[in-house]
């Protein structure tokens, strides 16, 4: 009862977790400070000590998590290029004349300029990508473009080089079908000889393959990893020392620059001669880890080492983090927790015995609702209560992991509702029954009740410039396609020309009172918003995708449509022209046909 009277003014009281802890292990200091005080402290110096080694090895593996998704975006990247269109017409008809058996009418030449468009556009949104190359199997780039400070620019053809024997290229024509060759990262290369100013790189390659299934070339990205690498070394504390190798000990990250790049620029200087003690770890495939204490407290550094296995089809192409602290910094923290300790036992002596048990209680409370809440969420459970109302860090850890968590869901639903939107409209051969599955898929995704696909006249091949370009409806979902329901817009005529003139998303709040209503079997209502989404290929415009709701359309639905749209594009573009194809096919047989 005294002790509940004397916890409520407390619990108004904004009380940080350090003072909790500092109360908490004072009021044990004090209470064995007589019998056990020398034998204590050099226990607890240890632990410090032990703790401060191991926090090495938690900031040496504290890059891996964005450098691997770095890493995967790229693979994704290389492997999307390696599947568009213009790619693997290249390859196709370089076999059959130079025409693309596909479509029967385009060049070589034209689809290198569609895949080089391709290119472009991604270093463009990618800033830490240097160069993409389609390059030959016997080491010809047939394609290059490359980034020139904040210049984008297409090489011409009299400037193509080749590879040569670069150490890459013979084990990324052997990789299988489907799969990233990863290289181990060094000094970007032109001709065989390294270019100066030096640039780490990270190279993504992705083999293509002919209609024999024989090696015909391949596409390669460059990625800026020393950039990548240097931007995690400042996020480190000022006494610790960074250094960062390839599988083969090259330094990729060193403070003295004359150490770097050992296998490019011809010298001996890796980190495993450097510290003879990483040899059996660097050799050894089942250690992926290990921290080095030195003998000389005084003037030895803390090392802690850890292997980056960023390959997972190679396992022996890693990186090498390693941190390295001064042995004096770590035993200099445990001198002043002494001595503090010391002085405030002395003074809390009396309160501490009083005051231990409830404090006690009130901080492992919060602290294992947090970590049941972390556990279940691992476990894949998503409704989760946490302390985030806690006046204390443990509230803020709380308000951080929540935020995390929502954060991790938000990003799982736009992946998950874009792979399963694409997987229903794969296999389409005429833009009708793609529009119609395209709304019957997209419209639920987003929350939308009714939905209008309307396709330029420039892109179905009707008219030729904006000012008789038109905008026709390809299909409906939600309600009847009567006569209440425009079959074409002009452009720049209402919202659907206006999205299409602007080509960005345009979003209404306030509806007209005229615009039809959703209507079901129990009643009908207006909607409360209506969003207007352009679909666009190489900066032309395909199609305004017109979506409406009675609720209201939230950022991460609009951020899904974004991202989608760019995929519709191109999937439409390529069913266009496909049919196109098709007609030509059958205009020549008719001809053939009346000239017999």
């Known amino acids: 009862m005294i002790l509940g009277r004397m916890a409520a003014p407390f619990k108004r009281i904004k009380i940080s977790i350090v003072v909790k802890l500092s109360a908490l292990v004072a009021g044990s200091v004090v209470v064995t400070a007589l019998a056990v005080n020398e034998v204590y402290m050099r226990g607890s110096n240890q632990i410090l ?26 693979k994704e990247d290389a492997q999307l ?24 009418s385009s060049t ?33 780039d047939l394609l290059r473009v490359e980034r020139f400070g904040n210049r984008i620019e297409r090489a011409r053809e009299d400037g193509l080089k080749r590879a040569g024997e670069e150490p890459y290229l013979r084990p990324a024509l052997n990789v299988a079908p489907g799969e990233v060759y990863l290289g181990e990262p060094s000094l970007e290369h032109a001709e ?18 002919d209609d024999k299934h024989k090696p015909f070339g391949l596409i390669l990205i460059n990625m800026d990893l020393g950039a990548i690498l240097q931007k995690a070394r400042s996020g480190l504390p000022e006494n610790r020392t960074l250094l960062v190798a390839n599988a083969s000990g090259d330094y990729l990250v ?31 495939l089942k250690r992926d880890k290990a921290t080095y204490v030195p003998e000389d407290a005084r003037h030895g550094s803390v090392l802690a080492f850890r292997k980056f296995h960023f390959d997972a089809r190679d396992p022996n192409n890693f990186l090498g983090i ?68 806690s006046p204390d860090e443990i509230g803020v850890l709380s308000r951080e992991f929540a935020a995390m968590m929502a954060q991790k869901d938000d990003e799982d639903w736009i992946k998950e509702s874009l792979v399963s939107v694409s997987r229903n409209l794969l296999g389409f051969k005429d833009l009708n029954g793609f529009a119609e599955a395209l709304l019957q898929t997209l419209a639920p995704s987003v929350g939308a009740q009714v939905g209008a696909l309307y396709s330029s006249s420039s892109f179905t091949g009707r008219h030729s410039s904006n000012e008789s370009e038109t905008l026709n409806l390809m299909s409906v979902y939600g309600y009847r396609r009567d006569a209440s329901l425009p079959e074409s817009f002009r452009w720049g005529e ?17 509806i007209p009172a005229e615009y039809p209503r959703v209507a079901s079997a129990l009643g009908e209502a207006a909607p409360r918003q209506i969003l207007f989404v352009p679909i666009l290929f190489e900066n032309s415009l395909v199609a305004v995708m017109e979506l409406a709701t009675l609720g209201s359309f939230t950022e991460l639905q609009m951020t899904l449509l974004d991202q989608l749209s760019f995929n519709v594009g191109v999937i439409m573009n390529s069913i266009s022209a496909s049919m196109r194809t098709q007609e030509l096919l059958e205009e020549a047989k008719q001809i053939a046909g009346a000239s017999a």
């Open 81 to 104: 290029l390696a599947h568009t269109h213009a790619a693997m017409g290249i390859v196709r008809s370089s076999q059959h004349g130079g025409i693309d058996p596909d479509d029967g």
């Open 49 to 74: 000590i032990d703790r401060s080694v191991e926090g090495l090895q938690e900031e040496a593996g504290y890059f891996q998590a964005p450098l691997q998704g770095i890493i995967d975006a790229l």
């Open 254 to 284: 060193n403070p003295d620059p004359a150490k770097l790049f050992a296998s490019d620029l011809g010298h001996d200087h890796r980190l495993q001669s450097d510290d003879p003690r990483l040899l059996k770890v660097i050799g050894d």
């Open 494 to 510: 209402g919202l659907i020309g206006t999205c299409a003139r602007q080509r960005s998303r345009v979003l209404v709040s306030e």
């Open 108 to 140: 070589t030449a034209e689809l290198k300029r569609r895949l080089a468009t391709t290119f472009m556009e991604m270093l463009r949104t990618r800033e830490r990508y240097r160069r993409i190359r389609f390059i030959d199997a016997d080491g010809l």
């Open 322 to 389: 390693a941190v390295e602290a001064p042995y004096r910094d770590i035993i200099a923290a445990t001198d002043s927790v002494s001595q503090r300790g010391l002085m405030f036992s002395a003074f809390v002596a009396l309160v501490s015995l009083v005051l231990g048990v409830w404090l006690l209680r009130l901080l492992i409370r919060p602290l294992n609702n947090v970590a049941t809440g972390v556990v279940r969420y691992r476990k894949g459970e998503k409704n989760i209560q946490l302390p985030t109302d």
């Open 192 to 209: 065989g000889r390294v270019i100066v100013p030096h640039v780490l790189v990270q190279r993504a390659i992705v083999p293509m393959f």
